[in-house]
């Protein structure tokens, strides 16, 4: 849950949401999100234009289907708007 609540606290403070469509991203994202333990992995893997899946111990535990929530998720490290641009610089370089 506190990913969750975490991810859509960075959603909201690049571009605010409705109520409506905060409550059903949280809900989408509290049903993906398991708790995890110190040195466990979770893999987020974005589909442009279908949306994204996730991953535990290389396991598939969940979808968003929902294309606007799968980018606006990601975009809390890829958007230029992102409270960690020195991370967002890192990843970008790791994509070339």
């Known amino acids: 849950a506190d990913i ?3 991810s859509m606290d960075q959603i909201q403070a690049q571009s605010p949401l409705t109520t409506s469509k905060a409550t059903l991203w949280l809900k ?4 993906i999100f398991p708790n995890i333990n110190k ?4 893999v987020g893997i974005y589909i442009p ?5 996730f991953l535990q111990e290389n396991a598939l535990i969940g ?3 929902d294309i606007e929530l799968a980018t606006r998720f ?3 490290w ?3 708007q992102t409270s960690a641009p020195q991370l967002r610089k890192r990843l970008l370089a790791a994509g070339n």
């Open 78 to 80: 890829l958007s230029p």
């Open 39 to 42: 040195g466990q992995t979770l």
């Open 28 to 31: 989408t994202l509290e049903g």
């Open 49 to 53: 234009n279908v949306g994204a899946q």
């Open 63 to 65: 979808e968003i289907k």
């Open 4 to 6: 969750a609540k975490s």
């Open 74 to 76: 990601f975009d809390i």
